[in-house]
């Protein structure tokens, strides 16, 4: 077998004239080379070559065995075959201990030199086999481990593929079920925006109808007072011509008179009941509309209004304002101080000088009002009713009203966000307070 690797070496140790055996030693493989060599440089061609044969005799081995620290480990390293000639049985023995892994082999010289050359190739011949044999089996153990070592990268691989399409099915399975949820959402979506489209176009068509009562049902309040108070100035003025034409000395007609009397106020109390009433839901349909304007300016225009009977009544009206200026809702607030103003000269006229009192005065961002007066107070277990539309604390027929002023007074303050309270006493007058944001 051709080795490109290795040279077999025949290296002639220490031995002479065996010149004759070289040519047909080569002539058995193509990568052998001869050497000679002495006990002093064996050590080295056998190192550099350690599938070297050795062709010696004993004698000299043994020296040279001689010269080394360790023979045992170079035997087991380097010295593998070894061709012993002209061999001293005596020396073998120790040969063998010092050199315990070398295939040593004894050959006897004969004089047939023929016989010799076929004796030492043949020997020559078994070694190289050896030699040969070794080569193959450190080669196929060699290539062993490198399909081994195939093998296991194959499965190494084999395993990532594995892993990888794993992992791509699990990446395919997930991306599978966003595709899903995104689908079902986007589906959803859809249906959001639809429903959403719906209910604009019917709250549109809802606000549209809304807008529709609302017109109608202000027509509605106008012409039902309206319609309401036919009748009633119908009914007065057939009482008007029953009295003046039927009844022309009706006062000694005491009960007649009592009865067409009653009747006469309760017909102008029902139309008056049937304003305030329109009034007082108008006042739900009001935006309040707010502008800079001065209270004093207000209750002045009020007071100047009802001189007439201010001066009967001989009230006297005292006026004390810290705030004035204020941002807000003039003709609510109008309304608001005519209805306590007139209550006030209302409850208050039995007295021989009727005192109202007006202040206003700021507390944080508000402005607090009070409006009192000296007259007939009433029991704070009204306190609250009295602004409920017709709850009245009196039924007294010397004052006259229907019981919605203070109902359209807490409606304007709700209006403009404020708050209105009452604080009161039978025979010991009344307060009123608003409280309002100055802005
Ligand atoms: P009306 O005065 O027409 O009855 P209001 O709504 O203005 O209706 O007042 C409701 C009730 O509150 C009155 O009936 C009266 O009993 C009571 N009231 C209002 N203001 C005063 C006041 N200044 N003094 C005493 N009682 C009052």
Known sequence: MKNNNSNINIIFNEIEGFEFLYKPIQGLRENIS????????????????PDSIIISNDKSILEFIDILNDPKAVSQTYLKHLIILFHQIAAIKELQENLPYTVILLIPVIDDPKALIHLIITNVKLLISSIENRYL??????????????????EKQLKEIENYLSDLELKSLM???EKDKA??????????????????????????KLNELIKELKTFNYTISHDLKAPLRGIAGYFKELINDYFPDYSKIERASFCVNQIRRSIENMSKMIDDLLNYSKLEFDTPTKTTCNLENIINYIINERKHVIQKYNAAIEIDLQVKQIYSWERGLM?????LIDNAIKYSKIRETPLIKISSKQIDKNILIIVADNGIGFDMIY????????????NNPEYEGTGAGLAIVSKIIEKIKGKIWAESEPDKGSKFFIQFPIE
């Open 175 to 177: 991306f599978e079920r």
């Open 335 to 339: 309304q608001v101080f005519s209805n």
């Open 34 to 49: 001869i050497e000679k060599s002495t006990k002093e440089t064996l050590y080295n061609f056998i190192k550099t070559n």
């Open 137 to 154: 089996e450190n080669r196929i153990e060699l290539l062993e481990l490198e399909i081994e070592k195939v093998k296991i990268e194959n």
């Open 183 to 208: 689908e079902k959402e986007l589906q959803l979506r859809l249906l959001y925006e639809k429903e959403i489209t719906t209910l604009n176009e019917t709250l549109q068509e809802y606000s549209l």
């Open 383 to 394: 306190a609250e009713k009295i602004f409920q539309l017709f709850k009245r604390a009196t």
